[in-house]
């Protein structure tokens, strides 16, 4: 679509308009226009009238004078912000001096000869023209009033974008998308199903899918190759602030690849979107990490790489220490790990560094954190007199902290020391501006491990899902270490945030079975989550692999948005609610009676 | 994407494959490749065995040759259909007079160096080189071997083609497809809602979207201006043959247009689709005809027009004859009507006539069926003594019957003889191959009735929804004569099917309230369902207007199926049970507990 907005030219049938508030240049100076339009400002000026009219496609002014009559005149007076008007005039030079040079259309004026009031505006509680917004939960309430302002238009024309030129890609590179159905089985495994109940079939249920994963495997096995799909998903979990319960995800299968294709093809369409919607040259390959190495470095499998502070390990040094919140740890076989906060040392004040103990105290469980500010080459903080000169030498040498400079040391589980450093480096890095915020770092995590741990049901847990293929060279392990086994599976990380992942699969009945038997699950089980897919296996699967991305994520950080409902058009809050329709809402009782359910309880108001 | 099939050039990480089954011509002679595929047929000939791999781009031959040595050959004799191999070897031409015109490889040959078995498979209850097929449920159940034949691939490639043409062209006229939410209010209007109960508000409840019409509205009143989707839709009813629970379609709602915009706007579209899948030239505009003239002309809203036989009307000649079974129906308000079905009147016996009889009879209610023979100028029939000689010239002269043809007259209320006429003239049409079945006819039908009386409840229902426009030349008819009253509505009809309708909305506050009072839906219940709308209405709402097409039936339709199941990878039964995954499905009862609901009764087995 040209910038100036479409021109409404292609067709004869011309009914309202002519032009949109985007399409006027000087070339159309003296022709008669017509254009219809929101009301976006009036200003009263001497005898004049100036009504700017607005569309998706850009803003008109209209100027209206005495010459067209006092009728028109007295008209454009009565008209309120947010009134839909047709207006038929003349394109004319705005006069000497005039000109707007920041509008597209800043070149001309549109002297109306004839006015229609298409409708009347209630005085809206969000304006598009007026930067104040009210609450989140206004804007959600009357979100067509929202969906005016320019920023959330340009969130869906970038979404809209974004969409079609992955497709295109998609497409041009041999990828058939096909429809896989929303009412599926339940298969409870990882997040809640939302359930749809049957009237056909009493006491039974649909599911809504939570992925197609079980789909596009199919597909290839049935023969499809290349597979896409842009899914809407579903998960009913309790909502974090950059969850939705129904969510977008770009779904994709490939069969005959190894991981490596799998990349290689993501990285062309990742540099592809890149280009065409930022206008950024990616480098490729993108860079790759396994994520043994990315929680070593970073305490993350995502990563933000916009920035440097890597973690460095003081654990061998710390067992070499009087200090007991050091070696204490250390030799308990947890870890000592630091992070060097470059040149803020006086930007930190005890009780801004009271805060951040505060923080990893509360939010990773952290058992504290120790502080040192680097001033004259030596090390000055409440604990310093607790090491010799030749430790705060040593601590010096492996952090490689200069003057001014702040090393923060998180002594803990090694699970812990990731968590806090992950959580302190991102945090003050935002703080203190170490990165562009309008930069953008992709980067491509591998080798995940297969198995977690469930404290919980004391068993192993898929880390990915039980159909992801082990890395062929550690298949022993299975039997003598299966945490030491890592899986084929790829996560792509956008400025420290996972836009998604995938795996290869499992295209063998046996490895399979073996499988399903570490996680414990057995074969009646098995059977009934997932028969169709293990007979599927039994019938000429070819190797393959997939990964899916999460189009809202993708879309916000493209975009630079900071909420993930500003890319969304009619979004739910965390509660589950659309406060626009009010869903979720109450149901006659008939409908409940056809689906042969009832009610066990009602919401308390 | 190229017939030849996708080549695999783009990126550089090829593990498994070098070139599809589908890519080798001639031009490849003696490079050395790796394919991959399914075991499409073993021919044992001579020393020879030659093994035919195939993929979704094509099939290759293999020839195993006693050079190969005798393990390579020993591996290939141990093959069996549908086993997944990987190839590796050299491209040679076929022996003088082996090539296979038929073939897009047929000039080549790959003479294999290696072979791996990749995976085995079972017997198949479904080949794809088999033309005999087992029952449609045994395909339902194994859908991913069914897919795996030409015909569902053909299928699934035409659906992707098609709805990718359709995004271009829409995406090349400035629409925005914005997504709109899956999990919505429940509305009860129409057909019956699929629900999703909240688990987070017990006793609320979610409603899968029947459409996304007031969405799309919505967007409208929010400035999008044109907007495209192509949603998934769910309807609760019970299945006819080409129904789904769950539908795709092509939802488009424009603003600042009237009906004439939206139809030559999708003119072009259907034309761009029909040219760039099936190479047909469409003459625009599309022809269009008032429904009220399709209904004295074919009886039907949704007539097929690649034929003629038009009803042909008798009721004033019926008034003035003595034979009761026309004179009653004609005087007493009612209709006599007929077509004549050309040539066919050896076609027909006295038993095949009979047979009509009955099928106006049982699936129309009609009370009978009066058919003349025309022979030698006159008519021959049971009933032709009951007519004068002047009543013989008359029936001809009015019908334009010809030695040979057939008339066939019903007589009974204007529903009736439209429906009956309706079947007899498509069936007939059809015995008699009146048209080529691969012809295809677009029209519009416009101007509908704006209510239809329900007689169960007493009142007027809204013909399309409650938010359709009425001619704004019939408005005073409202409060005089809402019978008389046409909507701004608009019905795209292929080939004899509804493809797809729409109708210019209601914009204007007052008047939706009127049509609401006429709907006899009172202003509590109008808030409770649509309150959101109603309220949005109010803050400049822009004229504007919409249309919906039926994406699987629009693909049956272009690919001539004769089955909606066959243009949908997965799809339900009429009992709407997926036999694959076995969904709807029993759920654990701790599910249902978080949900706060219980199952009131349970599936008879």
Redesign the interface.
């Known amino acids: 679509?040209p910038a100036s907005?479409?021109e409404l030219q292609?067709?004869?049938?011309?009914?309202?308009?002519t032009h949109?508030c985007g399409a006027l240049r000087a070339e159309h100076i003296g022709q008669e226009v017509t254009i219809?339009g929101?009301v976006d400002r009036i200003r009263n000026q001497g005898g004049l009238v100036f009504v700017n009219l607005?569309?998706?496609?850009g803003i008109t002014q209209t100027a209206f004078a005495p010459e067209a009559g006092e009728d028109l005149l007295e008209l454009a007076r009565g008209l309120k912000m947010?009134?839909?008007v047709?207006v038929t005039g003349k394109v004319c030079a705005r006069p000497v001096g005039q000109a707007n040079p920041d509008m597209a259309t800043g070149e001309i004026e549109v002297r109306p000869t004839q006015m229609t009031l298409?409708?009347?505006?209630?005085q809206?509680p969000v304006y598009p023209s007026i930067p104040e917004l009210p609450s989140e939960d206004v804007r959600l309430q009357?979100?067509?009033?929202d969906?005016?302002r320019t920023a959330m238009?340009d969130a869906?024309?970038l979404r809209?974008r974004m969409?079609?030129t992955l497709?295109d890609y998609t497409?041009a590179?041999?990828f058939?998308?096909?429809?896989?159905?929303?009412?599926?089985?339940?298969t409870?495994e990882g997040a809640?199903?939302?359930?749809?109940?049957?009237?056909?079939?009493?006491?039974?249920?649909?599911?809504?899918p939570q992925s197609p994963q079980?789909?596009k495997q199919?597909?290839m096995?049935?023969?499809?190759?290349?597979y896409v799909q842009l899914a809407?998903c579903?998960r009913?979990e309790?909502l974090r602030a950059d969850r939705q319960?129904?969510f977008?995800q770009l779904d994709i299968e490939m069969?005959?690849?190894?991981m490596?294709?799998i990349?290689?093809?993501m990285d062309?369409m990742i540099a592809d979107l890149a280009k065409k919607i930022l206008g950024l040259d990616l480098q490729l390959p993108l860079s790759r990490m396994d994520y043994d190495e990315a929680m070593e470095r970073y305490g993350s499998d995502k990563p933000d790489l916009r920035f440097g502070m890597e973690i460095i390990d003081l654990t061998e040094f710390a067992k070499t220490v009087d200090f007991q919140v050091f070696r204490g740890p250390a030799e308990a076989g947890n870890r000592v790990r630091a992070i060097v906060v470059p040149q803020c040392a006086d930007k930190y004040s005890r009780k801004a560094i009271d805060e951040l103990t505060t923080y990893v105290k509360e939010d990773f469980k952290a058992k504290g954190l120790v502080w040192f500010k680097v001033e004259n080459g030596d090390i000055a903080s409440p604990t310093a007199k607790k090491f010799t000169d030749e430790e705060h030498k040593k601590i010096l040498e492996i952090t490689g902290a200069k003057d001014g400079d702040m090393i923060l040391v998180v002594a803990d589980t090694f699970d812990i020391t990731c968590a806090a450093l992950d959580g302190l480096r991102r945090r003050l890095a935002k703080e203190l501006k170490l990165y562009d915020p309008k930069s953008m770092s992709f980067s491509w995590i591998v080798s995940f491990p297969m198995f977690e741990w469930n404290e919980e049901d004391n068993k192993w847990d898929a880390k990915h899902h039980p159909f992801t293929m082990p890395q062929p060279a550690e298949l022993d392990l299975l039997d003598t270490a299966p945490e030491k086994v890592h899986a084929v599976a790829y996560d792509l990380v956008i400025n420290g945030f996972e836009a998604g992942g995938g795996t290869v699969r499992i295209?063998?009945t046996n490895l399979q079975a073996k499988i399903f038997k570490l996680l414990n699950i057995d074969d009646q089980t098995a059977h009934e989550r997932f028969?169709?897919l293990l007979d599927?296996l039994?019938?000429?699967?070819?190797?393959h692999a997939g990964i899916a991305l999460g189009v809202d994520r993708l879309v916000m950080l493209f975009g630079g948005y900071d909420n993930i409902r500003d890319v969304?058009?009619?979004p739910?809050t965390a509660?589950?609610?659309?406060l626009?329709?009010?869903?979720?809402?109450?149901?006659?009782d008939k409908?409940l009676?056809?689906?042969?359910?009832?009610?066990?309880?009602?919401?308390e108001n």
Chains 1, 2 share one sequence.
């Open positions: 679509m907005g479409y292609d067709y004869k049938a011309i009914m309202y308009r949109t219809c929101w607005r569309d998706r496609y947010e009134y839909v047709q298409l409708n009347k505006c209630n809206p009357y979100r067509y009033l969906l005016r238009q869906l024309m809209h969409i079609k497709r497409d590179h041999g058939i998308e096909v429809e896989t159905p929303m009412l599926g089985r339940s409870p809640r199903d939302y359930l749809v109940p049957s009237r056909v079939h009493p006491g039974k249920y649909y599911a809504l079980l789909y199919l597909l096995i049935a023969g499809y190759d290349r809407r579903f009913d309790d319960p129904e977008t069969s005959f690849v190894e490596e294709d990349l290689t093809f062309g295209h063998d028969g169709f599927a039994k019938f000429g699967a070819p190797p969304i058009a009619f739910k509660r589950a609610t659309d626009m329709t009010g869903a979720p809402g109450v149901v006659d409908q009676d056809e689906l042969s359910i009832q009610n066990t309880r009602k919401e």
